[in-house]
């Protein structure tokens, strides 16, 4: 899918309401309030901002439709929520309390069908399929959950295909290998899904500068780039990203 600048969106992962950030999703340390984080972001321009619930599969439900309620009175952007969404009667919790989109993992892996149930609910905009990748061989990763820990034996680029069929109206790739690393995308990774890909797509894991995005979009066409270390320990603001780009 072309799009000349992608958006930029910051990614908020939170566990006992804090904003967390580890390397390959794990070893985790705290990096601040979410709601302090989510205004900053949104005074420096951020695009959208993704709240993960990043403990929500071990206590299988998101615990933070009261953190997405407050968000949604101090900014006017969209909201994406995500970890342990299972079932509509989450995703209309989801709604009834600010977020604009629903982003979605193992859930789908568990049980296909409730891609199709919800974007036929709420429509296709609204469901945003999450595939956390880790490199199998040259061209080839699996689809993991459990945030990069549990391997699911399903290949990614079929997967994607399958979930676009499904009704996911976005597809949210991130590299687990590169998560966290500041090293820069999976760009073999990025177009390769993208080349697979008949919906929006946003790319995660690995940013560590301003290259690391131009390089990216060069590489690939994604409609939106997923920030967190970078923009946590003040690397760059989104308003600089938006200069350049």
């Known amino acids: 899918m072309h799009n000349l600048r992608p958006r930029i969106i910051a990614r ?13 999703l794990e070893g985790l340390r705290k990096v601040g309030e979410p709601l302090d984080l989510a205004s900053r972001y949104y005074e420096e321009g951020i695009d959208e ?20 309620e407050k968000a949604a009175s101090r900014s006017f952007i969209p909201k994406t929520l995500g970890g342990g969404i299972r079932s509509v ?17 193992t859930a789908a892996v568990k049980d296909l069908s409730i891609i199709n149930r919800i974007a036929s609910r709420f429509g296709s905009q609204a469901m945003v399929a999450s595939i956390q990748a880790k490199r199998e061989s040259a061209g080839t990763w699996q689809a993991y959950i459990d945030n990069g820990r549990e391997p699911t034996g399903i290949d990614v680029l079929k997967w994607v295909q399958t979930l676009i069929s499904e009704g996911a109206g976005e597809i949210a790739i991130t590299s687990v290998d590169n998560e966290g690393t500041q090293r820069g995308f999976d760009l073999d990774l990025a177009t390769c899904v993208d080349r697979v890909s008949t ?15 131009i390089d990216l979009i060069r590489s690939a066409t994604p409609s939106g ?21």
Do not use: T, W
């Open 199 to 213: 919906v929006p797509i946003i790319v995660s894991g690995g940013c560590g500068s301003i290259q690391h995005v």
């Open 49 to 68: 901002i993704l709240f993960m619930d990043s403990v929500a599969s071990l206590y299988d439900r998101n615990s933070l439709y009261g953190l997405i």
């Open 89 to 105: 009667d989450d995703v209309l919790k989801a709604f009834d309390s600010g977020a604009d989109k629903v982003l979605i993992n």
């Open 225 to 245: 780039v997923a920030i967190a270390s970078c923009f946590h320990y003040n690397k760059f603001k989104p308003s600089d990203l938006h200069k350049i780009l």
């Open 12 to 24: 908020l992962d939170i566990k006992n309401e804090y904003v967390i950030k580890g390397i390959h």
